[in-house]
């Protein structure tokens, strides 16, 4: 196959693989049976398409093909068809299948999105699951992204898929009035990819820009499906505003750098352009969500030519709105931080001070990080060189554990 | 398919206000109005509780009490026959059991033996 080929079928596959396994899954109701096709249907494709060129509908060729591998299988597999076929009796009894006109593949990767984030699953589960049927990554590479070994990504999703095949997990979309309690868990774990690939856990790099950018495309996918609901809007302008500074979070040796020292001339300006434009939707016509609110103080930051010129007051009352709609302690740091930021640090350190009976912050090392910062801007050398000592005992990544050092080895000479 | 939901009741010694009979009396009716009720009741005090255990050698030995000492106890349960997951999820929120810190646990029976 030449590149180019190559490279549009891959894209095809990428567009159209959730979208597929979303359709079988409706109509088989069974994940199992649904991937195993949809892998097939690809194979097939991969031996055709660069013979016969891609398709004017190739979703609707994998599909096609792909209900006839289904086919297929189920005749080999009596016991197993029996058993679905007892599944599939209810469910068009519960939902009959819309029909859809002309080859055109309805898209139920919002089934697909609400199934894979059902809070019956655990948390690792439901993330692990989203990245495998909306994101298109193999086992070995959802494994990867969250550096554990393959066999126990493979165990972890097969027991999800378990889990919604016995526990009968359905597969449909909330209705309206079930739709507050459910959408946030389905951000929380579009987030959360984020999040791992903005600072990973552990390993040898402070970014995983594969996960973040994959966390943004779920997010304009369930934007698309949903477009009413304006946290998605908000979630995905957050994530953007903070992916515009990732070719500045480090050196070139991959150190860190701190806001104050980035190169803000190498801030996306589209990226930043498009989340503000969003954090606009997500917080006009009702109640601020809590994805919307980190949005906007996303955007104050990539708005301001410089830390100094940065709106902290706008930032802290920000920070205040974030902490009723969700209070928790590490939100309660951030507004510290900004608070020293425009008070000064002795406040924010009094703030911070105020959180030193929080359990969750024990093992939280940016608290006792900022601790540290205050302290040393301070002077108070002792107690900013043992700030930075508890943070490092419960640092995460190989980036975040040299910057510590750093910091410590600056603090140290001072003392007497 | 037909799920169990296992009342458990909080901790003893909690003082918080709990559900009253008349709450449980409505309960009971609506799952048996809905048609989803398939069995189910509440268990006698937890003092009344005798454990059973038989040895590989055949032994058999009988002791006071549930086999494992849990901080919540479990009541009562109800069987229902509902379409999914969901569906059994939202019977066992309408519980009162699930209310003033008791829980209910939502299992699926084994129905297709796999």
Redesign the interface.
């Known amino acids: 196959m030449d590149e180019q080929a190559g490279t549009s079928v891959e894209s095809v596959f990428r567009e159209e693989r959730g979208r597929l396994l979303a359709s079988l899954v409706r109509r088989f109701g069974d994940l199992d049976l649904a991937e195993e096709v949809t892998s097939d249907a690809i194979e097939a494709a991969l031996v055709h398409w660069p013979v016969d060129g891609v398709p004017a509908k190739p979703g609707a060729w994998l599909l096609t093909t792909a209900r006839r591998k289904a086919v297929d299988r189920l005749r080999r597999d009596q016991a197993y068809a029996a058993r679905l076929a007892v599944l599939q009796v209810d469910v068009d009894r519960a939902d009959p299948a819309p029909p859809h006109a002309d080859g055109e593949l309805p898209d139920e990767r919002l089934q697909l999105f609400f199934t894979c984030s059902h809070p019956a699953l655990a948390e690792d589960d439901r993330i692990a699951l989203t990245l495998r049927c909306l994101g298109g990554l193999t086992t070995p590479e959802v494994a990867r992204a969250f550096l554990v070994p393959p066999a126990t990504m493979a165990q972890r999703i097969v027991r999800a898929k378990k889990k919604i095949r016995q526990a009968r997990i359905p597969f449909r979309t909330p209705s309206i009035d079930e739709l507050p309690e459910r959408l946030p868990g389905v951000l929380q774990v579009i987030y959360s990819v984020f999040t791992e690939g903005y600072a990973a856990s552990s390993g040898p790099d402070l970014q995983r820009v594969d996960l973040a950018v994959e966390a943004i495309r779920l997010a304009r996918i369930l934007r698309g499906l949903l477009p009413d609901q304006r946290e998605i809007s908000g979630l995905l302008a957050l994530m953007l505003l903070v992916h515009a500074r990732r070719d500045t979070r480090t050196d070139s040796s991959g150190g860190i750098v701190l806001l104050e020292d980035q190169d803000r001339e190498c801030w996306d300006r589209s990226m930043i352009e498009e989340g503000s434009d969003l954090v606009v939707v997500a917080l006009t016509g009702g109640a601020p969500g809590p994805y919307g609110v980190q949005a906007a103080i996303a955007a104050l930051h990539d708005e301001a030519t410089d830390v100094e010129s940065t709106d902290w007051p706008q930032i802290c009352a920000l920070y205040g709105v974030l902490l009723t709609l969700t209070p928790s302690p590490v939100v309660a740091v951030n507004r510290a931080v900004a608070v020293a930021m425009r008070d000064g640090a002795a406040v924010g350190l009094a703030a911070l001070d105020a959180l030193s009976e929080e359990p969750k912050l024990a093992d939280y090392h940016p608290y006792h990080l900022a601790r540290g910062e205050l302290l040393a801007r301070l002077g108070r050398t002792d107690a900013a060189v043992s700030a930075y000592q508890r943070a490092l005992n419960v640092v995460g990544s190989e980036p975040e554990r040299a910057f510590l050092e750093r910091r410590l080895a600056e603090t140290t000479p001072d003392r007497e | 398919?037909k799920y169990m939901l296992l009342i458990y009741t909080a901790p003893g010694g909690d003082t918080e206000p709990q559900c009253t009979f008349e709450d449980w009396q409505l309960y009971d009716k609506e799952m048996k109005d809905a048609g989803v009720w398939v069995s189910g009741d509440a268990l006698a005090d937890l003092s009344t509780t005798t454990t059973v255990r038989v040895s590989q050698s055949g032994e058999k030995t009988v002791t006071d009490g549930p086999f494992a000492e849990t901080r919540e106890i479990l009541g009562g349960y109800d069987v229902i026959d509902v379409?999914?997951?969901?569906a059994a999820?939202a019977w066992a929120a309408r519980c009162p059991g699930a209310r003033d810190g008791g829980s209910v646990e939502?299992r699926?029976l084994?129905g297709?033996g796999?």
């Open positions: 398919m379409p999914d997951l969901d999820l939502v699926p084994a297709f796999d």
